[in-house]
């Protein structure tokens, strides 16, 4: 049974910083690219970042380039997602997912598994 479970969020000033991580379990991480999306409230989810399994391909949102990082610990089968200079703006509920592809991709059809998410909320 595939299970992705998101930690990490909470409530951060303007400025702070959160790590998100995201424990794996039911499948072949350290093989699969894998994703962070967000659903801020009154919108659609929306991409954020992905990586392929090895790292040395990763896509983000041009909202969170330069201040947003993904990673991965394969040996861990978790995903992380390291936000600094967080923005009111950044406030949503936080997705990871598996995707079903061999590379990273922005494409959220692509994505056959998800987390429950986690609440990120910053304040102004």
């Known amino acids: 049974q595939v299970q992705l479970v998101e930690t990490g969020g909470g409530l951060v000033p303007a400025g702070g910083s959160l790590r998100l991580s995201c424990a794996t379990s039911g499948l072949k991480f350290s093989v699969l690219p894998m994703g962070w999306f967000r659903r801020a409230p009154g919108k659609e989810r929306e991409f954020v970042g992905g990586i392929n399994w090895s790292a040395n391909n990763i896509l983000y949102a041009d909202s969170v380039k330069g201040r947003f990082t993904i990673s991965r610990d394969n040996a861990k089968n978790t995903l992380y997602l390291q936000m600094n200079s967080l923005k009111p703006e950044d406030t949503a509920v936080y997705f990871c997912?598996?995707?079903?592809?061999?590379?990273?991709?922005?494409?959220?059809?692509?994505?056959?598994?998800w987390g429950q998410g986690t609440q990120v909320t910053v304040s102004s």
């Open positions: 997912a598996k995707a079903n592809t061999d590379d990273a991709t922005a494409d959220e059809v692509e994505y056959d598994y």
